[in-house]
């Protein structure tokens, strides 16, 4: 897979370079249940017609740009995690977009002919609620239109989890909410996080979110060892409930699997995690 960053000054360089493609649009963090569907949904078509996949994703988050920096945005992951994860889904050409003002003001039918036509997309799909352009006004009901017929589209509708459409917004309310036993059933997946613990302390990769504070069970991973165990999250820091191996210092990651009350004990007194009682 090829990764992609276009931003005003290399664009056309890039539009130069681009061979026919169906398109996956999005910002795609978390990479979740939803995600996949559009991501797979392009692979098929693309498949069918016989061309590349390509997936556009845009950073930094609108939000924060458009609100000149005053919102805040609790990333799933970093770039280069959703990097390894669509090299494994297919993917051809990672294109990411720098999300600027000047960007996001472009109308709705220059954006299309800027960055899908003149890109090589013959085919783009999307989430349902997916919109371009100026306020947010293009949409992908008129995404054809405004490519003047040379795009064809296919909407993937909503994804849910018990009626609950699965969004990276409510990822992160659960993540706020400390309801990391429900991310499984968003993600496909346990929520990871990755960073370095130096013994005394773990200082998180940007990009990730943790946990609201509160004692979680996790896995600690460093290479091929592991070490189930208990931390306790409090003022965006984490530290372990029992000291860590020797072997656990370094770059690691942490899988959360569940967080400990009354209902939901600390381990060893009968947790089930991933249907195993442990």
Request: contains cysteine.
């Amino acid at each position: 897979m090829e990764t992609i960053y276009i931003n005003h000054d290399n664009l056309a360089d890039w539009q130069g370079k681009a061979n026919a493609c169906v398109m996956a649009l999005g910002f795609f963090d978390g990479l979740h249940y939803g995600h996949r569907e559009v991501i797979k949904t392009a692979l098929r078509i693309a498949k069918d017609k016989g061309v590349q996949l390509a997936v556009m994703s845009f950073f930094p988050h609108p939000k924060s740009v458009l609100s000149n920096g005053e919102k805040q945005i609790d990333y799933l992951m970093p770039l280069s995690v959703k990097e390894k994860i669509l090299r494994g889904l297919g993917v051809d050409t990672f294109y990411i977009v720098e999300f600027t003002r000047g960007f996001a003001a472009l109308s709705p039918e220059q954006y299309v002919k800027d960055y899908l036509v003149n890109l090589g997309v013959i085919h783009a799909v999307a989430g349902f609620d997916f919109t371009y352009g100026s306020m947010g006004i293009g949409n992908l009901d008129r995404l054809q239109k405004d490519s003047g017929g040379i795009i064809d589209v296919t909407k993937v509708e909503k994804v849910a989890c018990r009626g609950e459409k699965i969004s990276s917004t409510s990822i992160r309310e659960r993540l706020a909410a400390g309801n990391v036993e429900d991310l499984p059933d968003f993600l496909g997946c346990y929520y990871e996080i990755e960073g370095m613990w130096d013994g005394q302390s773990f200082k998180l990769n940007p990009y990730y979110t943790l946990p609201a504070p509160g004692k979680y069970v996790v896995t600690f991973n460093i290479g091929n060892l592991s070490k189930f165990t208990e931390v306790i999250v409090e003022e965006k820091q984490l530290k372990p409930v029992l000291e860590l191996p020797l072997y656990m210092i370094g770059e690691l990651s942490i899988v959360w699997h569940q967080k400990i009350t009354q209902e939901a004990p600390s381990f060893g007194t009968n947790l089930k995690v991933g249907g195993l009682t442990l």
